[in-house]
């Protein structure tokens, strides 16, 4: 009787996501069900313990993955149980919109994509599941952070830098060193070109994507998400627009994603590729090296900042949000969660840590990448971004494509940003 | 189900009894008959249930919500509230007066114009080869039936690498007879061919396989009259060939116009109707609309969807309305 009432629960729980505490109070109302000496246990057990569901982008890690290490460490160090689930990035909000009645305790999401889901009312703030992020960066956290109220820690952050290969370099004969701002890259491109070598791959795709990719040189030449149309971001695009139209860059950055074009990049024929962090180790298996992608008259460019949010979604029992926020706060915390997925740590000591270890993707190079990095929602955008991103990854493709100059094509996606925000 | 499988139970033990009773009493022989009405009635109906049951769960009730959907304003809120604001017109006018809109539905036009054309003459000149046995004649039009047979996913990635503008085989092959590339999936300007060639090779074989069945039906008598006769290979096409097939053809293009009015994942592996809007379809744009963007427009992009539900069913209408014009002569 005993052991058809635990596995009837475990079923429960497995099936429905709903929360132990309602199965066994359910239960434990029907006393001709289960003997109550069971019940007391069964209760006990769950204000020690219990079952937590955790769902996150990573697919491609499995139970043995170090990530799932990472949390059956926190699971163990809090005495619960922590159900992981993964699916894939693009389906995050869909996903999580419709189980809107049976959310995840933990819901692992795309920085940029916490203000929409927050203002749908998905997600708790930290003033009520009680989450402590007074050690995160500040500059990592404000991805998730609108209108003072913060909507989760993120488990880590990465970013984009300008990879180069030392050896095309060499046999054109350009010093690396000579790279500072916009016109001394496009010098060095020309050079590798005239040598008989490729420029630079980039992922210039009509998706987050191809956004997350020009902010570096958007911000690079001092231009603002409020005003697409204004002369620095017509700079900024010209910049990548010329590239492809003088074969600095293949036409092919119109439809890669980072994976294709960092594949083009592993070719071994193109000079520079702009890419993430999270392909340090790669490059260095190649012997590629990277610097900070440069500003468009020296110094570096702000790169946006990458990474999933740990947020806590709104649950009936209010009672779960003390130990989420334990779980994210353990995930958040130290380095092993960020090291696992190849992230920079959201907290100081982890990150400096990481640098000491000369970590993969948290080298000390990445890391002040990484302090010196921007949110993509930053500035308060807000739930703006993602509707001003789409008309930048928009015009980018039309002026890349040659259907319209850079200057026309922003001046479109600004005039539909005024007409979809408002 | 359930329901059914009773109803002809006691439909078929009525008859028994009714049979009985019918030796036993002359007599009520006409009450009973109008009984036997009834359970006939109703035996049919219970056999129609589950079609019943099936259309409304299946295409009455989306399309509804399809419908309702794009007269409500719908946010992401309001998945959690359950509520959104009644729109009216406004999803259908914001669509209606959008760039995309004219650019997307000349696409659709073009798209599904160009695929039907083709798809049907080269499928008619593959059916009327094949139409002729010859050795291997089997095994070849087996093959021709592949493309058919791979998911789209599998096809339209492998154009897309074969049209890959820096590394494709296509462009290799251009320029070792000294044509310049084409910038197949890239340039606002071929991107609609790169789809238009792609979704064109997929659609063949089931053109060839519906008129190659069709020709099948044409009695050979007419073929062999028409050579007694000195019809030329031409002249037998034009007199016998194509207006026997006509039924035949006008339910593959029919088939073919729905199939190709909605295709989606062709378009969106290769290009997601890019660069810009230069491959865009209704179909596309739709999803673009719900899915593709940051912000999710659900509303707008259920109106799309709609108008496009709206442009296949005046093309279905005038097929039966041929149809039945046929029937009548």
């Known amino acids: ?422 | 189900m359930k329901t059914s499988m009773t109803r002809t139970q006691r439909a078929a033990v009525g008859q028994g009894v009714k049979e009985g009773a019918a030796q036993a009493a002359p007599s009520g022989t006409r009450q009973s008959a109008r009984r036997a009405t009834i359970r006939k009635q109703a035996t049919a109906w219970a056999f129609l249930t589950p079609i019943v049951i099936y259309l409304v769960l299946f295409y009455a009730y989306p399309l509804y919500t399809n419908l309702d959907l794009s007269f409500r304003d719908y946010t992401l809120r309001s998945f959690i509230s359950g509520e959104a604001e009644w729109a009216g017109f406004e999803n259908y006018r914001q669509v209606l007066t959008d760039n995309t809109f004219g650019t997307a539905l000349w696409n659709t036009f073009v798209f599904t114009g160009a695929s039907l054309l083709f798809q049907y003459a080269i499928g008619l000149a593959l059916a009327v080869f094949f139409y002729r046995k010859f050795p291997l004649s089997s095994t070849l039009r087996a093959l021709f039936l592949v493309p058919w047979l791979l998911p789209l996913l599998v096809s339209a990635s492998t154009w897309a690498w074969m049209l890959n503008s820096e590394s494709g085989i296509v462009n290799a092959a251009l320029s070792w007879i000294g044509l310049d590339p084409i910038y197949w999936l890239t340039s606002p300007d071929w991107s609609l061919t790169a789809v238009l060639i792609t979704n064109i090779w997929i659609g063949i074989p089931f053109n060839l396989v519906l008129l190659y069945a069709g020709l099948q039906a044409i009695p050979t008598e007419l073929y062999e009259a028409s050579s007694i006769d000195g019809a030329g290979r031409w002249r037998t096409f034009w007199s016998i060939t194509f207006p026997l097939l006509r039924p035949v053809s006008a339910i593959t293009v029919l088939l073919g116009l729905v199939y190709t009015l909605k295709v989606f994942d062709i378009i969106w592996v290769m290009t997601r109707g890019g660069p810009g809007d230069s491959s865009a379809t209704l179909a596309i744009w739709s999803y673009r609309l719900g899915f593709g963007g940051g912000s999710p427009q659900l509303s707008p992009a259920a109106a799309v969807a709609n108008i496009l539900i709206l442009i296949a069913f005046a093309f279905g209408l005038f097929y039966v309305r041929a149809q039945r014009k046929a029937l009548n002569q």
Not at chain 1, 194 to 219: D, R
């Open chain 1, 1 to 422: 009787m005993t052991t058809n009432h635990h596995l009837a629960t475990r079923i429960g729980i497995a099936f429905t996501g709903l929360t132990l505490v309602g199965v066994l109070a359910g239960c434990s109302s029907d006393p001709a069900e289960t003997s109550s000496p069971a019940t007391g246990d069964e209760t006990t057990a769950a204000e020690t313990g219990g079952t937590y569901t955790l769902w996150d982008p990573y697919p491609n890690r499995d139970d043995e993955s170090t990530w799932a290490m990472a949390i059956n460490a926190c699971a163990d160090e809090l005495g619960i149980t922590i159900d992981r689930n993964s699916g894939n990035t693009g389906d995050t909000v869909k996903d999580l919109t419709t189980a809107a009645s049976n959310l995840p305790d933990i819901a692992m999401v795309d920085n940029p994509k916490v203000s929409t889901l927050a203002d749908a009312g998905l997600l708790t703030t930290a003033a009520e599941n009680g989450l402590d992020v007074s050690n995160i960066q500040a500059n990592i956290l404000s991805a998730g952070e609108i209108d003072g109220d913060v909507y989760g820690v993120p488990v880590g952050a990465n970013t984009l830098g300008l990879y180069y290969n030392p050896e095309v370099l060499a046999d054109a004969g350009v010093d690396i060193a000579s790279v500072t701002d916009y016109d001394s890259l496009t010098a060095a491109l020309e050079t590798v070109v005239a040598a008989g070598h490729k420029g630079i791959t980039f992922s210039a795709v009509g998706t987050e994507e191809g956004t997350f990719q020009f902010l570096p040189w958007f911000w690079g030449a001092n231009a603002d998400l409020t005003q697409l149309d204004a002369p620095e971001s017509v700079a900024a695009l010209q910049l990548w627009t010329d590239w492809v139209a003088d074969g600095l860059a293949p036409q092919s950055v119109l439809t890669n994603t980072q994976g294709t074009s960092w594949d083009e990049f592993l070719t071994g024929e193109y000079a520079f590729a702009e890419n993430g962090s999270w392909f340090q180790g790669q490059a260095d298996e190649a012997g590629y090296d990277v610097i900070q992608i440069p500003g468009i008259n020296g110094g570096s460019a702000p790169a946006p900042t990458g990474g999933e949010f740990m947020s806590i979604p709104v649950q009936d029992d209010t009672a779960r949000y003390a130990t989420s926020a334990k779980i994210v706060e353990c995930l958040a915390d130290g380095s092993a969660g960020a090291t696992s997925l190849g992230y920079v740590a959201p907290n100081a000591e982890g990150a400096a840590a990481q640098a000491a270890e000369n970590t993969a993707g948290a080298t000390e190079f990445w890391v002040k990448a990484v302090a010196d990095a921007k949110p993509r929602t930053a500035d308060n955008l807000g739930t703006d971004y993602p509707i001003i991103s789409e008309q930048l990854y928009t015009a980018i493709q039309v002026a890349l494509s040659g259907g319209a100059s850079p200057e026309d094509a922003l001046k479109d996606a600004q005039a539909e940003a005024d007409s979809r925000i408002n």
